[in-house]
């Protein structure tokens, strides 16, 4: 039930672009992207709902295809600030408020 | 105002003991959930609680015993430790949906050492 996330490390250099995907074998009622830095708390970054809907941060762009049941995070022009651990969480039972993550893509800004 | 906050942010102890975190909301959320974050970083779901009430209850040993006496407090009591149980212990919170999970605040997190 846990969803797969890709690739596992990520290193890049300032102003370079990522991109970090999450599979799941499940249909999907909702896909949401949280950052971890070293030390601290995971931090919401963006929700899909089923159906096109997103919120979240204005600067950090995400893609849900229901079909497929994947999703993927668009890092653009990278910054140091977005070093971290990124983890998808998944939604595979309908009003379950049971957020399933993945075992996290490690991001390495240099 | 911390949202969610966890006390205590250390836990160090010996195998056998007996020890608990407590958790506190004041967003008005009104679920309540404590995530396991391994050595590997695996953040695993252990308990949910919707308004006092458990709605998950993963595969966890009965040694973790979580409660909620109102909604904007969730506390997790662990018997016994083991080595096994070494982790980073994460409360959070969130407002329910009918759909969908909503955005999860979490607390900074409770290190417990077990020796």
């Known amino acids: 039930q846990q969803p797969v996330q890709s690739p596992q490390a990520v290193i890049l250099r300032e102003g370079e672009d990522a991109v970090i995907n999450c599979s799941s074998s499940?249909?999907?009622?909702?896909v949401h992207w949280y950052r971890q830095k070293h030390g601290e708390a995971p931090v919401f970054l963006m929700i899909?709902?089923?159906?096109?809907e997103q919120k979240g941060h204005e600067k950090i762009s995400a893609s849900f295809n229901e079909k497929k049941q994947q999703s993927s995070l668009y890092l653009t022009a990278s910054q140091l600030s977005y070093s971290g651990t990124y983890f998808c969480?998944?939604?595979?039972?309908?009003?379950?408020?049971?957020?399933?993550f993945g075992q996290g893509t490690r991001l390495t800004i240099n | 105002d911390t949202a969610v906050s966890q006390t205590p942010k250390y836990l160090v102890t010996q195998m056998g003991n007996d020890k608990s975190i407590k958790c506190e909301q004041n967003?008005?959320?009104?679920?309540m959930y404590w995530y396991k974050q391994d050595s590997k970083k695996f953040l695993k779901i252990m308990f949910s609680?919707?308004?006092?009430?458990?709605?998950i209850n993963e595969t966890v040993p009965n040694r973790f015993s979580p409660k909620s006496p109102d909604k904007a407090h969730l506390n997790l009591h662990i018997n016994s430790l083991e080595l096994g149980d070494s982790a980073v212990y994460f409360c959070?919170?969130?407002?329910?949906?009918?759909?969908?999970?909503?955005?999860?605040?979490f607390g900074e997190g409770s290190r417990l050492t077990v020796l």
């Open positions: 959070a919170s969130s407002l329910r949906t009918v759909a969908n999970t909503g955005e999860l605040f």
């Open positions: 499940k249909a999907l009622y909702s």
């Open positions: 899909l709902l089923k159906g096109g």
């Open positions: 969480g998944t939604d595979v039972i309908q009003g379950a408020q049971k957020l399933v």
């Open positions: 967003l008005g959320h009104d679920t």
């Open positions: 609680y919707n308004n006092k009430e458990l709605i």
